[in-house]
């Protein structure tokens, strides 16, 4: 069945440095989703990308869909405090109807 | 607040106890989901139900037992659970068509802590 890797599975940062997670899927996806979860928190919804070789930006976050749209990262600049959490990648397989989460990736950062 | 409730928060049950776990979410919604978060597995989709009728169902074993009365409640009946089964258990909804179940945004609830003693 779908696969959905995650990686790295931990990350721990000082503030202000640069943090990347990357997501990538055993199938070719039809859309994928970002999630963050909180410490303590549950998981809140962030973006959806749909087309191969898509690009969004959310301030100091940046997702991209890869062009054989079986992979996806989530960039984020100049880390803060406030971006300590969880971030889970969620994709759905072409034809398939089943949202399938990464294992997450666990950001600390360091003040 | 997100528009989808659960209760209660924490729940602390015997491998012999009977309870249930509650979700409802006021957000117009005709999908609603049951994950299941612990350190092994981060998120693990236990059940959907689309329109009311179960459209999936995880080889989640029958001590947990899920009921959709309509679209916006959704139960976790649990009995006989075992140790292993303690973990965060999140509901969450989403507006889906018929033939698109799980396509849409993820609305998630703040979880119920469980711990089986």
Not at chain 1, 103 to 111: E, Q, R
């Amino acid at each position: 069945g779908q696969q959905v890797m995650q990686i790295p599975q931990y990350q721990h940062v000082q503030e202000g440095e640069d943090f990347t997670t990357y997501c990538n899927s055993s199938t070719t996806l039809s859309n994928i989703q970002w999630y963050k979860q909180r410490p303590g928190g549950h998981p809140v919804f962030l973006i959806q990308l749909v087309k191969s070789g898509e690009v969004k930006k959310q301030k100091r976050l940046t997702f991209q869909f890869g062009e054989a749209k079986k992979n996806s990262s989530l960039h984020i600049t100049a880390t803060q405090t406030t971006d300590v959490g969880t971030y889970f990648c969620a994709g759905r397989e072409g034809g398939s109807e089943k949202l399938v989460f990464g294992k997450g990736t666990k950001l600390t950062v360091n003040p | 607040e997100t528009g989808v409730t659960q209760t209660p928060r924490h729940l602390v049950m015997g491998m012999t106890n009977k309870k249930s776990l509650k979700c409802e979410q006021h957000l117009g919604h005709n999908a609603m989901y049951w994950y299941k978060q612990s350190a092994k597995k981060p998120l693990e989709l236990m059940f959907v139900y689309s329109l009311e009728e179960r459209v999936e169902n995880n080889s989640v074993p029958s001590r947990f037992s899920p009921e959709c009365p309509n679209s916006s409640h959704l139960f976790l009946h649990l009995h006989t659970l075992q140790p292993e089964d303690s973990a965060l258990y999140l509901c969450a909804s989403s507006q889906d068509s018929p033939s698109g179940v799980a396509k849409n945004i993820q609305y998630f609830g703040a979880g119920t802590r469980l711990s089986v003693l």
